[in-house]
């Protein structure tokens, strides 16, 4: 079992469109959760950490779900520019700050 | 201010040849991570570096793959006797000191595209 799976993808929406991505993780002991989004040929980029509480940023929703090791991305309201993949993330525990890297998931936002 | 940046952004070689890749991390930062992503897949991660510490060293696949960072600073990934399949980009990243803002957040550099032919 990999260490951090996502949805395969890819997601094809149409603009305005609600879409959610998946993601669970296998080690328990894992304290720090991120989404990045990572665009065609570039470099990925924080998109926002997950707390355990659920956090909102604009457009976008996190939950992380500790007992059911899962983690959650929501967009609402899809923009073309949302087009990218984006990579579910996890950090291990204590003093161990290696990122474990979900595939990703790739979402097109159509016109 | 200046990000991560990484060195040269291309590099094509034989198969055989030893390589040398570049990374320059944002200043004042303390952590430094190697990773590569082959077409289509995933980070992997190689290495890492935190301050004064022992490197983590656990991703490195082969023992042809080694890395050092000189005055906490710059790092340089060596890749000896090139084969086909280390073909990837290869990603750098810092982040902050424990402690400080956005210490849990990568920074990547570009990237360095290796293809061996």
């Known amino acids: 079992r990999k260490e951090v799976e996502q949805d395969p993808g890819p997601f094809n929406v149409p603009e305005g469109a609600t879409v959610a991505f998946n993601c669970t993780y296998s080690?328990?002991?894992?304290?720090?959760f991120f989404w990045y989004r990572q665009d065609c040929r570039k470099e990925p980029k924080l998109l926002m950490s997950?707390?355990?509480?659920?956090n909102e940023d604009g457009r976008f929703t996190a939950q992380l779900n500790r007992a059911s090791q899962y983690i959650s991305l929501l967009i609402r309201d899809s923009k073309l520019s949302d087009s990218a993949t984006y990579l579910c993330?996890?950090?291990?525990?204590?003093?161990?700050?290696?990122?474990?890297w979900g595939l990703g998931t790739s979402l097109a936002v159509n016109p | 201010g200046a990000g991560v940046s990484q060195s040269p952004s291309n590099k094509v070689t034989e198969k055989g040849k030893d390589v040398e890749l570049r990374c320059d991390p944002i200043?004042?930062?303390?952590?430094l991570y190697w990773y590569r992503q082959s077409l289509g897949q995933g980070l992997e991660f190689l290495i890492y570096?935190?301050?004064?510490?022992?490197?983590?060293k656990s991703g490195l696949p082969s023992d042809r793959f080694s890395a050092e960072r000189t005055g906490g600073s710059v790092s340089t990934l060596t890749i000896q006797r090139t084969q086909q399949e280390d073909s990837a980009v290869y990603l750098c990243?810092?982040?902050?000191?424990?402690?400080?803002?956005?210490?849990?957040?990568?920074?990547f550099g570009p990237g360095t595209r290796l293809t061996v032919l």
């Open positions: 990243a810092s982040s902050p000191a424990p402690g400080t803002h956005s210490y849990n957040e990568q920074f």
């Open positions: 200043s004042g930062h303390t952590a």
């Open positions: 570096f935190q301050g004064n510490s022992a490197p983590d």
């Open positions: 080690n328990s002991a894992s304290q720090s």
């Open positions: 997950v707390y355990s509480s659920g």
């Open positions: 993330v996890v950090m291990g525990a204590g003093n161990n700050r290696k990122l474990i």
